[in-house]
């Protein structure tokens, strides 16, 4: 148990399954209550879509684990209702320094511009999450079966069949689609015979949390060489409750039952910190790490995400990001398949889209343990000669990598998007998760990704919103697939039946390059999908009708 936090126990209740009658047929199926399991069910919730959960504990996560949150992360967290309790626990911070022996090489900051509603990122404790996602299902009517283990999958051409066992005994149940998020091992995967492709590095590290009093600043510092600690790398962030995260390099003979040893730790941490601070020791763990994927996400009816479908190394906080982010492309899709407006191999995109952002965070995360992790001593002099050049020189900087942080993907080549036929300037082109600007709707300040999301809508930017031809787009509120229009203007105004969102600051024409009659197309997930100079309702529907498959 841990001194700094209370582990809650969820109570275990018979599956009324195993009293007789037939197996109950579930829409959607998740296995898995860790952070991307509960977010796929609570993003299914608001869509409309009945889910239930199974896990085989009862309670969240031992120890800390997953630790920061990136702002993509964040605000998907905030459609799923749980962003607040998440960013009001946690310790924000956006400033990232790197050391080098003795002296600073740089820092960094993952925020320069102002106006998000959300920071660059969020350190919190994985429990801390888990239990926020838990209660909330509990708000919005989210059945979760407690000490339900999946010993058995067996896939039908229009279902899923489950054996599940319980401390009562073995039941089965059917989905018509399942989502696996039951991590790293995924006792799922292993029963479909599926597997992960990559690479495992040879090297351990040592997680030590500690509880102190410190005057530290929340940033994240990463020492290469330290005095404290030599020949090796360590870092050191900030958590909720004093608490803190030490991760120490071991390299690759160290004994992992040793290591944990209360008589191992305690010197270390004492040689970084001073013997003079008092701090008391949370939780240990000893990890390796490898960076692999499945070749692809969906198999029939059974769908992959987070960590069952992909690992990376902890540097960077690429693996509840991209998790998180998974479960936002894929629900949403589901939704429309599930529905019968877009067929299964609308489903093939979630794939497509998650395997090309896996690569990327494979391929960083890959990038940066080979520059904490020399593997060779020519590869060691090039990395300390970098480092004593990053002190001086800002080329130099550029080459410094001791974990390129959690960034969203661009999809800017998904086969969903409609291309440019307009010239535009700036980030959010086909394919970019929508950047945040600050707005008033109502004659109330707000956000604008807090308009957004769950649903297609039309972003028609005009310096006067009377002017906007709005019954020429009215059609596509009642379509099958229907998109919202919602009016952007640098003036306050109200128009009857539409949402308009007022750009105070002009922030959002500087980042989306907006002019008078210019529209965006955003994807249910926040993601931009098309956009012109000049929208009519034809270019619009063709638009959608290319990110669903339905054209």
């Given at each position: 148990m841990l001194k700094s936090y209370t582990y809650p126990k969820f109570a275990y209740q018979r599956p009324p399954e195993l009293d007789g009658g037939p197996a109950k047929r579930h829409p959607i199926i998740v296995v898995g209550a860790g952070p991307v399991g509960l977010a796929a069910a609570l993003d299914a919730q608001?869509?409309?879509?009945?889910?239930?959960?199974?896990?085989?504990?009862?309670?969240?996560?031992?120890?800390?684990?997953?630790?920061?949150?990136?702002?993509?992360?964040?605000?998907i967290l905030d459609r799923c209702g749980v962003g607040d309790p998440v960013a009001d626990k946690g310790v924000s911070w956006?400033?990232?320094?790197?050391?080098?022996?003795?002296?600073?090489?740089?820092?960094?900051?993952?925020?320069?511009?102002?106006?998000?509603?959300?920071?660059?990122?969020?350190?919190?404790?994985?429990?801390?999450?888990?239990?926020y996602q838990v209660r909330r299902c509990e708000q919005v009517g989210v059945e979760i079966r407690w000490k339900?283990?999946?010993?058995?999958?067996?896939?039908?051409?229009?279902?899923?069949?489950?054996?599940?066992?319980?401390?009562?005994?073995?039941?089965?149940?059917?989905?018509?689609?399942?989502?696996?998020?039951?991590?790293?091992?995924?006792?799922?995967?292993?029963?479909?015979?599926?597997?992960?492709?990559?690479?495992?590095f040879m090297d351990r590290f040592l997680i030590a949390d500690v509880i102190m009093k410190a005057p530290f600043p929340a940033e994240r510092w990463f020492w290469f060489d330290p005095p404290f600690h030599r020949n090796q790398s360590v870092l050191l962030h900030r958590e909720a409750d004093d608490v803190w995260r030490i991760d120490f390099q071991l390299g690759w003979d160290a004994d992992p039952a040793e290591e944990k040893k209360p008589e191992r730790v305690i010197p270390r941490i004492k040689a970084m910190l001073g013997h003079d601070r008092e701090f008391e020791l949370e939780w240990v763990s000893v990890y390796t790490f490898q960076c692999r994927r499945m070749a692809r996400?969906?198999?029939?009816?059974?769908?992959?995400?987070?960590?069952?479908?992909?690992?990376?190394?902890?540097?960077?906080?690429?693996?509840?990001?991209?998790?998180?982010?998974?479960?936002?492309?894929?629900?949403?899709?589901?939704?429309?398949?599930?529905q019968g407006d877009a067929p299964a191999r609308l489903l093939d995109t979630y794939s497509e889209e998650r395997t090309f952002a896996a690569d990327e965070?494979?391929?960083?995360s890959t990038r940066s343990t080979d520059f904490i992790t020399p593997k060779s001593a020519a590869s060691r002099t090039f990395r300390n000669a970098v480092l004593q050049l990053a002190q001086k020189h800002p080329f130099a900087r550029k080459l410094?990598?001791?974990?390129?942080?959690?960034?969203?993907?661009?999809?800017?080549?998904?086969?969903?998007?409609?291309?440019?036929?307009?010239?535009?300037?700036?980030?959010?082109?086909?394919?970019?998760p929508m950047d945040d600007a600050p707005i008033v709707v109502d004659g109330r300040p707000g956000w604008l990704l807090d308009q957004l999301g769950n649903r297609f809508q039309l972003l028609l930017y005009a310096d006067d919103p009377e002017r906007v031809?709005?019954?020429?787009?009215?059609?596509?509120?009642?379509?099958?697939?229907?998109?919202?229009?919602?009016?952007?203007?640098?003036?306050?105004a109200r128009r009857g039946g539409v949402r308009v969102l007022q750009d105070v600051k002009g922030l959002f024409a500087k980042r989306y390059d907006?002019?008078?009659?210019?529209?965006?197309?955003?994807?249910?997930?926040?993601?931009?999908c098309a956009r012109w100079r000049a929208a009519d309702p034809a270019k619009v529907r063709a638009a959608v009708a290319r990110a669903t498959c339905t054209a």
């Open positions: 608001q869509h409309g879509l009945p889910v239930l959960v199974l896990d085989d504990d009862d309670t969240v996560s031992v120890g800390s684990r997953g630790l920061c949150y990136a702002k993509r992360a964040l605000e956006s400033v990232g320094r790197t050391f080098f022996g003795e002296g600073e090489v740089f820092r960094f900051d993952l925020q320069p511009d102002a106006d998000h509603k959300r920071p660059g990122m969020v350190n919190l404790q994985q429990y801390y999450l888990e239990e339900n283990k999946v010993v058995s999958v067996r896939q039908q051409s229009d279902r899923v069949e489950l054996n599940v066992e319980t401390p009562d005994g073995v039941y089965v149940l059917e989905a018509d689609w399942l989502i696996v998020c039951d991590g790293a091992r995924s006792p799922i995967r292993a029963m479909m015979g599926l597997d992960v492709e990559g690479r495992i996400f969906n198999h029939g009816r059974v769908l992959f995400a987070g960590d069952a479908a992909h690992q990376v190394s902890p540097f960077g906080a690429r693996g509840a990001n991209s998790g998180i982010q998974d479960t936002d492309n894929l629900v949403w899709k589901l939704k429309l398949v599930i965070n494979i391929l960083n410094v990598n001791s974990g390129r942080l959690s960034v969203p993907a661009h999809y800017t080549g998904s086969s969903l998007n409609t291309a440019d036929s307009d010239v535009f300037a700036g980030l959010m082109e086909p394919g970019a031809p709005l019954d020429a787009f009215a059609a596509l509120k009642d379509a099958r697939i229907p998109v919202e229009p919602i009016i952007v203007s640098p003036n306050a907006a002019r008078d009659g210019t529209a965006w197309l955003a994807r249910p997930d926040q993601h931009v």
